[in-house]
T-cell receptor, first 117, second 114 residues
Framework: EAGVAQSPRYKIIEKRQSVAFWCNPISGHATLYWYQQILGQGPKLLIQFQNNGVVDDSQLPKDRFSAERLKGVDSTLKIQPAKLEDSAVYLC???????????????FGSGTQLSVL | QKEVEQNSGPLSVPEGAIASLNCTYSDRGSQSFFWYRQYSGKSPELIMSIYSNGDKEDGRFTAQLNKASQYVSLLIRDSQPSDSATYLCAVNMDLSGGGNKLTFGTGTQLKVEL
């Protein structure tokens, strides 16, 4: 079974530039998550999709971050413009269960390490 | 108060000893609890889940849950150097609009020394 695919693996940009990350979840997984993990901290949920609808985006800085999940499969996360404090690993994860049920297990991708200079 | 709290460590234990990792959570209605292991530079991977009060054992790992105290722990018996990693406590919390989300603690770094 193929895992969660993410690209790029690394990205270095200057502040005020824009950047986009891509995620392809495990086939058939209904729920997709984007987490931000700053060095030394636990993953922080940015946005959670159920199929192509947003379940939770309460911690997404909407003035600069945006995300979409077209057709309920692939997803992209964009930052525009980037700030120094956005330097982190951006993890995409997927789960097979639907909304309202316990998230039994999240399958994580390798992550994208973003450095903002 | 943070939603999920852990001591950041590092927690150092000698090889063969028992490592005890602790976590407290704020949402009294939470029903599902997980321990993820994260090696340096890698993504988190699930090692244990627990839903009922008491103990759950899986090999060298035992998860313990006390909902009244809002406390969950992970015991690692016969610790090995390969267990050296950051252990993330994760709690499933209900969303006000329906559904649930997984909230992680900051993680405890475990070092198993030879």
């Amino acid at each position: 079974e193929a895992g969660v695919a993410q690209s790029p693996r690394y990205k270095i940009i200057e502040k005020r530039q824009s950047v986009a990350f891509w995620c392809n979840p495990i086939s058939g997984h209904a729920t997709l998550y984007w987490y931000q993990q700053i060095l030394g901290q636990g993953p922080k949920l940015l946005i959670q999709f159920q199929n192509n609808g947003v379940v939770d985006d309460s911690q997404l800085p909407k003035d600069r971050f945006s995300a979409e999940r077209l057709k309920g499969v692939d997803s992209t996360l964009k930052i525009q413009p980037a700030k120094l404090e956005d330097s982190a690993v951006y993890l995409c994860a997927s789960s097979p269960l639907g909304q309202g049920r316990t998230n039994e297990k999240l399958f994580f991708g390798s992550g994208t390490q973003l450095s903002v200079l | 108060q943070k939603e999920v709290e852990q001591n950041s460590g590092p927690l150092s234990v000698p090889e063969g000893a028992i490592a005890s990792l602790n976590c407290t959570y704020s949402d009294r209605g939470s029903q599902s609890f997980f321990w993820y292991r994260q090696y340096s530079g890698k993504s988190p991977e699930l090692i244990m889940s627990i839903y009922s009060n008491g103990d759950k054992e899986d090999g060298r790992f035992t998860a313990q849950l006390n909902k009244a105290s809002q406390y969950v722990s992970l015991l690692i018996r016969d610790s090995q150097p390969s267990d050296s990693a950051t252990y993330l406590c994760a709690v499933n919390m209900d969303l006000s609009g329906g559904g649930n989300k997984l909230t992680f603690g900051t993680g405890t770094q475990l070092k198993v020394e030879l």
